[in-house]
């Protein structure tokens, strides 16, 4: 049985470069293009894989080459594809992807094939003996409450694209992962200004035994019955944020599957996501844990 298991998307990325990120009905010239594999999902498992560990991928592409490359991807990275569907009707999922000279970005996500996982779909004894199970919202909201269900280890749910989530699934959710926004959207408030009103945002949210916080640059904060903790970030120079979330996400389910606590995994979850953000690129931007070792922090 894999360490890690994760339910979730699997999606090739179109990406340019442009000088900013244009405003409504604006026309911005790019500075080129290139696509990538993506997807939170494959972008977790990758990730997960790179830092040793053993992985598997549920999810679904399409019967094109896309969904070929995505399978190849994933096979390069070790991950285990025996519980990836494919689909006989739709296209693989598409992500399509801007960012900036600052290094903003700004994505839209074509579910495609990813909409069509269905909770029949899912392997129960992958996901059952998986020490960590981790999941996202890029695939139908009922699969993710299926493979909530069916897990039996740690389940840690990053809440993106942000959604509203039912009592029954956050009551699943063992570690809860939401950045400013999602953590806004699933508390009913706005978004958070500082450390203290994201405590108390995430001290609202009924159901996860833990919250941990994404804040970009400034790191995590990790909100538990026992309290919160500002869990500040190496500070390295940014090239793309594209998949430094997944790589946080990756890395705090890397270091549970180790026997850490939520702060000490956060502490390595900021050292993953840091390192994700100097180079372009989703997957290919990915850190093994040499380069995470490797920065310090």
Do not use: Y
């Amino acid at each position: 049985m894999p360490e890690i298991t994760v339910v979730g998307s699997l999606n090739l990325d179109a990406t340019v470069r442009v000088p900013r990120l244009p405003l409504p009905g604006e026309t911005v010239m790019g500075r080129g293009h290139a696509h990538d594999t993506g997807g939170k999902g494959a972008n977790q498992a990758v990730a997960a894989a790179r830092l040793g560990r053993t992985v598997e991928m549920v999810g679904m592409v399409g019967r094109d080459e896309a969904g070929n490359r995505l399978l190849a991807a994933l096979d390069a990275a070790g991950v285990g594809t025996a519980t990836v569907r494919r689909s006989a009707s739709l296209a693989t999922g598409l992500a399509l992807i801007m960012v900036d000279d600052s290094a903003e970005n700004a994505i839209v996500v074509i579910p495609a094939a990813n909409g069509a996982l269905a909770p029949g779909d899912l392997d129960a004894a992958v996901i059952a003996g998986a020490q960590v199970v981790l999941l996202q919202l890029e695939i139908p909201l009922e699969t993710v409450e299926a493979a909530a269900a069916l897990a039996e280890g740690t389940v840690v749910l990053n809440p993106a694209p942000a959604h509203p989530l039912p009592a029954a699934l956050l009551s699943r959710v063992d570690v809860l992962v939401p950045n400013r926004t999602e953590l806004a959207l699933l508390a009913g408030a706005a978004p958070p200004t500082g450390i203290v009103e994201a405590a108390t945002l995430a001290r609202s949210l009924e159901g996860p035994k833990g919250v941990v916080v994404t804040l970009g640059a400034d790191g995590a904060l990790v909100v538990t019955g026992e309290g919160a903790t500002h869990v500040p970030a190496p500070r390295v120079t940014a090239v793309d944020p594209t998949g430094a979330g997944d790589a946080f996400c990756a890395g705090l389910a890397d270091a549970l599957v180790g026997g850490a606590d939520l702060v000490a995994a956060a502490r390595w979850a900021v050292r993953c996501g840091a390192a994700a953000v100097t180079r372009r690129g989703a997957q290919a931007s990915l850190p093994t844990r040499a380069e995470v070792e490797a920065l310090g922090g």
